[in-house]
């Protein structure tokens, strides 16, 4: 899928009418089966850009076109049929916590259905197979049947790459969808979504904290600042001096992004805003 940013101002989705806009003149590209990492400190607009990217939020300004359609000027019908093809996984995924893993897994698959079947699925998962091999491959396997609030938060951000893993979009939005997770199922993590993502030959743009992990990873690093389009470069072309640049004042997310040891219990489930793949 092929998205386009020209001249974009978004606020933050929290944000008050009056806030100042999070992005400034963000204009950027991705093509169909590309895959990008989006790096910068805390407060940079890397989530508003993902939330603007999956048509949850309206640019204030300048153009945003997903495969060529502005989603605004859609009807809402056929906007809804355009979200069924993107899949957001916000950093704390917002997974009912009385519900079964497998169930959870499966509404990746809720855009493909119809009524009667996304009903039925919440009773009676249609796919198990599938549901436990994408949760195999990110060592989930035995929380095939687990309740979701029996997880760690680690556990809970793979279940929601499981759900990007057998669902039928084409372009994966992912916001620090590693952020809970210990190096080893860090790499691991990125490594099985980006091998599932060239499969299905679907778009991926990752905002990332962990930008060791972004230039293992992605062959292409988006620099956001303030806001602003700092950099977008060829991994090869990214040097320390342009990253040092980018975390000014910020230097300890950059010298502390080795990621941090998956926690043993489960924390409290905040609700973010939106999160496709339902």
């Known amino acids: 899928m092929r998205v386009e940013l020209e001249g974009v101002h978004a606020r933050h989705p929290a944000a008050v009418a009056t806030a100042a806009a999070a992005l400034r003149g963000i204009t950027l590209s991705a093509q169909p089966g590309e895959a990008l990492a989006v790096v910068g400190p805390s407060g940079a607009g890397k989530t508003t850009l993902l939330q603007l990217l999956a ?8 153009e945003l076109r997903v495969d060529g359609q502005q989603p605004w000027a859609l009807s809402r019908r056929v906007l809804q049929r355009l979200r069924g093809q993107l899949c957001l996984v916000p950093q704390v995924p917002p997974l009912p916590p009385r519900q079964r893993v497998v169930t959870s897994v499966l509404a990746g698959r809720l855009p493909a259905m119809s009524l009667a079947q996304s009903i039925a699925s919440l009773f009676y998962p249609a796919d198990i197979p599938a549901a436990h091999e994408a949760l195999a491959r990110l060592d989930l396997a035995d929380k095939l049947f687990e309740r979701v609030d029996r997880l760690s938060g680690g556990e809970r951000q793979r279940v929601a790459l499981a759900r990007a893993l057998v669902s039928p979009a084409r372009l994966w939005l992912l916001d620090e969808p590693i952020s809970a997770l210990d190096p080893t199922r860090a790499q691991q993590a990125l490594q099985v979504t980006l091998d599932e993502a060239r499969k299905h030959g679907a778009t991926v743009v990752a905002s990332l904290h962990q930008v060791e992990l972004a230039l293992q990873h992605f062959p292409r690093i988006v620099g956001l600042r303030e806001g602003v389009l700092a950099f977008d470069l060829p991994r090869a072309e990214l040097t320390p001096a342009r990253l040092a640049r980018l975390y000014a004042q910020h230097e300890h997310e950059l010298q502390g992004s080795e990621t941090a040891a998956e926690p043993a219990a489960a924390p409290p489930a905040p609700a ?6 339902r």
Do not use: E, F, T, Y
């Open 272 to 277: 973010p805003a939106v999160m496709h793949c």
């Open 55 to 62: 048509c949850a939020l309206p640019p204030q300004r300048g």
